[in-house]
């Protein structure tokens, strides 16, 4: 059984910085795609940014030029460095992985880690 794990988030004041990391464990033939998602109270879960296997990547235009998203497919590990945070940013991140089996593909998602940016 696949797990993807989540360290905590943080508080941080705007304008600062956070790093979040997210590593698949478990029965995993191939990863494909990775990426983050946020919910905010009140909110849909909405899209942050995705990375290919391949290390192409792509954010939602919020984060753009502030968020930045990579990888490390030998600890099967997904990161997003978040710069200029922004009180607007506060939300409960998400991580996803696209796990390939054969010609089958499964999602599987973190727990979810709290980030706060206060005023």
């Known amino acids: 059984q696949v797990q993807l794990v989540e360290p905590g988030g943080g508080l941080v004041q705007a304008g600062g910085s956070l790093r979040l990391s997210c590593a698949a464990s478990g029965r995993i033939c191939s990863i494909n795609a990775m990426g983050w998602y946020r919910q905010a109270p009140g909110k849909q879960r909405e899209l942050v940014s995705t990375i290919t296997s391949g290390g192409r990547s792509d954010y939602a235009d919020s984060v753009k030029g502030r968020f930045t998203i990579s990888r490390d497919n030998a600890k099967n590990t997904v990161y997003l460095q978040m710069n200029s945070l922004k009180p607007e940013d506060t939300a409960v991140y998400y991580c996803?992985?696209?796990?390939?089996?054969?010609?089958?593909?499964?999602?599987?998602w973190g727990q979810g880690t709290q980030v706060t940016v206060s005023s």
């Open positions: 996803n992985a696209d796990l390939q089996y054969g010609l089958e593909f499964r999602a599987y």
